[in-house]
């Protein structure tokens, strides 16, 4: 689904106003528009039983903590959609620990979120062609590099597991996942 | 000033949460002293963000928006501070809950006269996570990994062929690596590990003093 820069203000905008505001209209407004997208980043997680249950619940669960946190949202150092991916991000950790039965008292937003919140604020222009350049790049990718980055992203593998499952060597899925990096001139040094 | 990163292999793994708890830890401690590493991973995470959002929408089920606005009634929408304010001295914010009492606090456990280790139980399957304290000038074995080993440093420093590691500093070693750590001769060197297969000594030394010998991913 493609949106302009314009429907992505919007979101954000409407994400910081929830921060604010707290109005049960403004997260229904986001709950419409996020949660299918949500439940197919769920859906496309590496087979588990139950996995439609299992998406389900990390719907309910990334949007319960979106409404928790809204007011720590911080529209200078993000954009609606890169906050909440991160958020769906930590809960698909968390409920696959708890699936798994792992008894910890940390969890997911102890190794993941404070290390993003400090974030600098980035100018504006810098932060929209960066969004841009990483838009147009995934949907120009060659279909082998959107493979492994699908798979180290939506499905969850690290970049080992995408070796073993395509009997590819290490090196292939590295160099693969790297050229499509550098289409988003993100691992070239500023 | 950290001079040791993690590689792009291990960065986006992380960012996109499919790498193994315990390395993520490891990732995390690193983080919160490398700015220009956090700010490659919130690219990173920028990354996923648009995978998600190219997804096809898949329409939830008719009661879910209910069930959550019936939750999120008696939920405060305020921030929730579950960490206290004043960082323990010396703990990264991601061991703080593991390590609660602070690094001097941890019940050590001897492995030789200038060995101890402390295993933390993170929740990781795959992985087996621990703290090693390296007494001034002391060593690790020379080993090889069956697997992947990923190390962080807490506090002090070591060497090794690869070069020099202070605080901060990360290091991840693959199944063909081999080396020998040294601690620094002015201080413990503190390092949190995981590895996720028992290490191989090479020489003779571990026979005897396998720190890790006893430890199995739990
Ligand atoms: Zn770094």
Redesign the interface.
């Known amino acids: 689904m493609t949106q302009t820069a314009s429907d992505r203000e919007m979101w954000t905008e409407l994400l910081a106003g929830l921060g604010k505001r707290h109005d049960r209209q403004d997260f229904i407004a986001l709950f419409n528009h996020f949660a299918p997208q949500i439940k197919a980043y769920g859906l496309s997680t590496q087979a588990t039983p139950g996995l439609h249950a299992f998406a389900e619940e990390l719907v309910q669960e990334t949007m319960i903590r979106v409404w928790r946190r809204a007011s720590t949202f911080d529209a200078s150092k993000a954009s609606a959609t890169t906050w909440i991916f991160t958020i769906a991000r930590n809960a698909r950790i968390d409920l696959l620990r708890r699936g798994a039965k792992h008894k910890s008292d940390v969890d997911a937003d102890d190794v993941w979120l404070e290390a993003e919140a400090d974030q600098q604020p980035v100018e504006e222009l810098e932060a929209d062609r960066n969004r841009r350049l990483v838009r147009e790049a995934i949907s120009q990718l060659p279909i082998e590099q959107s493979q492994v980055l699908a798979k180290v992203y939506l499905e969850g593998k690290p970049h080992s597991e995408v070796a073993r499952e395509l009997n590819l060597p290490l090196g292939t899925v590295k160099s693969r996942v790297r050229l499509a990096l550098n289409k988003m001139k993100l691992l070239v040094p500023q | 000033m950290v001079h040791h990163h993690p590689d792009?292999?291990v960065l986006?793994?992380y960012a996109?949460?499919?790498?193994?708890?315990g390395q993520?830890?490891c990732v995390?401690v690193h983080?919160?002293g490398c700015?220009e590493c956090?700010?490659?991973?919130?690219?990173?995470?920028?990354?996923?963000?648009?995978?998600?959002?190219?997804?096809?929408?898949?329409?939830?089920?008719d009661g879910?928006?209910d069930?959550?606005?019936g939750?999120?009634d008696g939920?405060?929408?305020?921030?929730?501070v579950d960490i206290p304010a004043s960082p323990i001295e010396g703990v990264p914010?991601?061991l703080?809950?593991?390590l609660p009492d602070g690094l001097d606090a941890v019940p050590w456990k001897r492995v030789t006269s200038r060995l101890q280790t402390a295993v933390l139980?993170?929740?990781?399957?795959a992985n087996q996570v621990a703290l090693v304290r390296i007494k001034p000038g002391g060593s690790i074995p020379e080993h090889r990994h069956g697997g992947?080993e990923t190390t962080v440093v807490l506090r002090g420093g070591f060497s090794d062929r690869g070069g020099n590691y202070l605080a901060g500093d990360f290091v991840s070693l693959g199944e063909d690596d081999s080396h020998q750590p040294i601690a620094h001769q002015n201080s413990d060197c503190i390092c949190l590990t995981a590895q996720n297969a028992p290490l191989q000594f090479t020489g003779f030394w571990g026979k005897i003093a396998n720190p890790f010998i006893s430890i199995h991913p739990q």
Not at chain 2, 16 to 21: D, H, K, T, V
């Open positions: 792009s292999e986006t793994d996109a949460g499919s790498l193994a708890f993520s830890l995390a983080l919160e700015p956090r700010r490659r991973s919130s690219q990173l995470s920028q990354v996923g963000a648009e995978l998600m959002n190219q997804l096809v929408p898949v329409a939830v089920e879910l928006l069930r959550i606005l939750e999120i939920v405060s929408a305020l921030p929730v914010r991601a703080r809950k593991l139980g993170v929740g990781d399957a992947t």
